[in-house]
């Protein structure tokens, strides 16, 4: 195993955030509109309720005041063509990870996504990035393996550092490959519960320091991992973390938090931290398993 992976904390030896470089701040976000959006095959928990039961114009609606939103934050939204036929295209986070490496290149990793109906996806993308100065890098996988980019691949805020997420969605040989991308090391968080099925549904760094998590959506050795790097972690209720994806809260600079609204405790937790908060409404994305993390990609 790469030197730069870490699965424990006894392999976490030397390693503090105190000793990792700084990494520059996103520069802004990429979107898609919910042109195609629909739930229409279950890949998740919330999926099997919701089948062909999202309301179009609603989710236009919503979409649109989370683009508003990220805007009035400070946040500089660029957009990605809907491609026809893609009903997940909306969730940006997904089919790659952008991020530079330490010598200031931008690089675009193109993901390996685990449903076939999502798999055309990465094609919009990977123009998009070509266009706008990204070197694109792909995987090398057996056809197999699969990773869903920045949904299981979550930078720490200001530093050289990558969080992992494996278990539903991403397999954890991977991020070899990732760290290798990016010249950054990964630290391995196993999800052991199938609700919360990619990192960002429940695992959200709101500083620096101090992140958001679901604790029971992890197993003991990650979470220990947690809590050894961040000086504090607060943990999301259950009712704020499953029915309203609270740790799928985008959090702009270690400054403005965007949540689906509703989220009582985890907004107490942010405010607390001294964010400001916006509450938005994505629940028409909800539906599909989703919310504001996952349906934008930190651009840099
Ligand atoms: N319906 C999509 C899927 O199951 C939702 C993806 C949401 N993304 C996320 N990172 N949580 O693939």
Redesign the pocket.
Known sequence: MSANLYRTISDLKGFSLRNCPPMPEPSGVLMCPPDHFQ?LAV??PY?SRHVGAVDVEKARRQWDELVAAFEKAGCPVRLVEATPGLE?MV?T??SSLAGTRPDGEKVALISSMR?AS?RRETEAFEAWYERNGYRVARLKSGGHETF?GS?DAVWHPGKRLLWGGHGF?TDPAMFEQVAETFKTPVILLKLVNERF??L??CFCPLTPEAVLVYPSAFDAASLELILKIFPIVVTCSEADAVARMAC?AAVWRSKTAIIQKGATVAVGHMKAMGLDVVEVDTSEFVK???SV??MKQYLF
């Open positions: 739930v890949k998740n999926m997940d969730f986070a997904n449903h999502r869903e949904g969605r099925y990619h960002d549904t799928n599909s398993g989703g993390y996952c």
